[in-house]
């Protein structure tokens, strides 16, 4: 209902700006779910396919590193094992180079239709085409940040040396690169600027508040990290105890088609949270994004003010 909008676009504090999140999370987790599943069935299959991969391949190689005595022909089962790793570990690679170009976009584009439309009921279709239009920008975005992160790997190899400090320094640079790629991403598609132009801004807005958008990604990533773990917690026991029975009763889990599903499920089931995640956590600059924006700008602000002046 348009009656329980949330004002995104205010000046807020640090303190304002985490609550509000929580507000925006829990008025929206159900319809953003169901725009999430819709736009990811391709990827979810293919998050399938690659952890069948890949716990096959691991699985053959724990079996060999014990000696499992099911082997016939060792060096045949260990091609076998490395080719289910090499096709598992490609494909892992392009679907989360898929992931990150299309949830990047989903839940961007969910917030600006939420905005837009002033609405908790945003249509999927809306979302869907706001985040198509603007492909060409995303896939040059996602581009740019391999040399931008590879920069950054170089300058927390370097903190790495500094005792300590160093490791403060990692996570300062860490959540500072994750506060402004976010808000950029946000520029470019509220505002439909170039790739180059909404880094440049989301530099501007976010070093002008730097404290502020390292704080909030660190205290919120903090809090989506811990609400992850305990989506996790009760896939992680069912795994635990299967994992203990496998041990105790010595079950030949290379050739188990049980082992297979358990472990091809969990690992699943792990990406398809972490994925989730990404979404949650680009929600965080989106109110950041437009907390330092009205901040800086005053545009919903001189809007109010202008249509109070209209109506007069």
Avoid at 39 to 66: D, K, M, P, R
Avoid at 139 to 155: D, R
Avoid at 258 to 281: D, K, N, P
Wanted: aromatic residues 16%.
């Amino acid at each position: 209902m348009k009656d329980n909008y949330i004002p995104l676009q205010a000046n807020r504090d640090f303190g304002g700006i985490i609550t509000v999140y929580f507000d925006f999370f829990k008025q929206n987790i159900k319809n953003f779910t169901n725009v999430f599943i819709s736009y990811n069935g391709v990827f979810l299959i293919g998050l399938l396919i690659t952890s069948y991969l890949l716990v096959s391949g691991f699985l053959g190689f724990i079996a060999q590193e014990f000696n499992n005595d099911s082997f016939v022909d060792g060096n045949e089962f260990e091609l076998d094992h490395y080719l289910y790793l090499g096709i598992g570990g490609f494909l892992f690679v392009i679907i989360l180079i898929g992931v990150a170009f299309l949830n990047y976009s989903l839940s961007t584009s969910y917030m600006i239709k939420y905005v837009e439309t002033r609405d908790e009921n945003v249509d999927k279709k809306e979302v869907w085409e706001l985040a198509k239009s603007q492909f060409g920008n995303i896939f040059l975005f996602v581009l740019l940040l391999i040399p931008i992160y590879f920069v950054f790997v170089i300058a927390a190899v370097i903190l790495a040396f500094i005792p300590l400090l160093g490791f403060i320094g990692q996570y300062i640079v860490q959540f500072f690169l994750t506060a402004w790629v976010g808000v950029s991403f946000f520029e470019m598609i509220q505002k439909k600027k170039g790739v180059t132009e909404a880094l440049g801004e989301g530099w501007k807005l976010v070093t002008t508040n730097f404290w502020k958008s390292v704080g909030v990604n660190f205290i919120l990533g903090l809090l989506l990290g811990i609400l992850m773990m305990i989506a996790l917690f009760v896939p992680g026991i069912i795994i635990g105890i299967y994992t203990f029975h496998v041990v105790e009763n010595n079950v030949d889990y290379s050739q188990s088609i049980v082992s297979t599903i358990v472990y091809t499920l969990g690992t699943c089931i792990v990406l398809i949270i972490a994925v989730y995640g990404q979404c949650l956590s680009q929600f965080v600059n989106g109110i950041l994004y437009y907390a330092l924006h009205e901040k800086a700008y005053n545009e919903n602000t001189r809007a109010t003010i202008e249509q109070i002046g209209q109506n007069d």
